[in-house]
């Protein structure tokens, strides 16, 4: 007699082959997800942290110039940076809106960035003089202590 295989009639058909699980794809594909995810929350709070410094720095920049305008010189250097430059660049600026006869001003444009980890823009103004000729004017502001300030 011969020994019957372990398959047959009382047993059934045979098993089918195992499949193996590709873990490595596996992982590797979920890796790659939560980098898509962290990327993409990175990039969307980035934008928004910027986009929600563009008001307090244009208003820096517009409180600066039309307190120059107005003559009120104590108030204008409260947005000014600590720096000798950025003073010495405020009286010019100063010196400049006289002579000229400045009477008007508004805010064409602002862009801000982080950069190095300091919060910085560049506010793009118009001004205009009492004999309605126009200048354009680009103010560079940074951060310090934690409000904008006009900086050289």
């Known amino acids: 007699m011969s020994a019957a295989p372990p398959y047959g009639l009382p047993y059934g058909?045979?098993?089918?082959?195992?499949?193996?699980t590709r873990w490595g794809l596996i992982i590797g594909l979920t890796v790659a997800a939560g980098l898509v995810v962290l990327c993409c929350a990175g990039g969307v709070t980035l934008v928004a942290l910027t986009g929600s410094?563009?008001?307090?720095a244009t208003a820096a920049a517009e409180s600066y110039v039309n307190a120059v305008i107005a003559g009120d010189d104590g108030k204008a250097l409260r947005y000014v940076c600590t720096d000798s430059d950025s003073r010495a660049s405020h009286v010019d600026f100063t010196d400049y809106v006289h002579t000229k006869g400045i009477t008007d001003s508004y805010v064409v444009n602002t862009s801000v960035r982080l950069w190095n980890l300091s919060w910085e823009a560049t506010v793009q103004m118009?001004?205009?003089?009492?004999?309605?000729?126009?200048?354009?004017?680009?103010?560079?502001l940074a951060k310090e202590d934690g409000k904008w300030k006009v900086c050289s």
């Open 13 to 20: 058909p045979p098993p089918p082959p195992k499949r193996r």
């Open 53 to 56: 410094q563009n008001n307090p």
């Open 126 to 140: 118009t001004l205009t003089a009492s004999t309605g000729a126009q200048e354009n004017l680009e103010l560079p």
